[in-house]
């Protein structure tokens, strides 16, 4: 496919606002109370990978200097039911460079030579506030091949693991920014794996609870995420794969990236 060009992208997004269909008021508080039914079930755990580590750094911007887009990832922590807000609660994230590669580890990179292992970069701790909110400034996150893009989060209370789970990306938006942001381009391979046949995403998350909304700021992209968690849970994590199946080659890469494109061939 042609490397996307702002206006090309542009003009997808805008269609698809423009053939939105109108919502009498009715069946526009019957989505939100959708909207708000989906966020009280419980956010589906999925593997914290082979790159988690605790550098005990309790700080909101994770940046380190590292180039990207910039980021603020809102998460608000809730309990799953009742949909009452969880304060004080630890939240943990972390997620890899502009280039796929991650802080803390050897071992990384297209040929598995660049060793970061005394590095803290994009990793970090927020408690929750009031409301159940933790901010964390960062950039977007890149992608390694294997996997489509996403941040890792795990969520503590009452002094244990209560989720260990990934948040999710718009796709067009993820093509979009690795083909024209210089931070994430030059890869020597093409993106193979993308949201639609991630085995993670299809094994953990089928029905997309923990995809995050994304809006654009002037200076940033904001990503929002809902998580809810059952308190007093021993919170243990997916067993960890490290070596998932080959995911299904993408047939129309256009579709793959656009939700509920049709197209006539």
Known sequence: MPKSTRRSFLTIASASALFKPRQSRAASDEHAAANLEDACILTPQSEDGPFYLDPKLVRPDLTEGKPGVPLSLRLRVIEAGPCTALSNARVDIWHCDARGVYSAFPGQGERHNIDMTSKTFLRGTQMTNGAGWAEFATIYPGWYP????????????????????????????????????????????????????????????????????????????????????????????????????????????????????????
């Open 146 to 265: 294997g996997r489509a893009t996403h941040i890792h989060f795990k969520v503590f209370a009452d002094d244990k693991t209560v989720l260990t789970g990934q948040t999710y990306f718009p796709d067009a938006l993820n093509e979009f920014i690795y083909g024209n942001v210089g931070e994430y381009t030059g890869r020597p391979r093409q993106r193979a794996t993308l949201n639609v046949n991630d085995y993670v995403v299809r094994k953990s998350d089928p029905s997309r609870l923990a995809f995050c909304a994304v809006k654009e700021q002037r200076d940033r992209y904001v990503a929002s995420l809902t998580i809810a968690v059952a308190r007093g849970s021993n919170g243990a994590a997916a067993k960890t794969d490290f070596h998932p199946p080959p995911a299904e080659p993408i047939r129309d890469r256009l579709t793959a990236l656009v939700p509920g494109l049709k197209r006539t061939q």
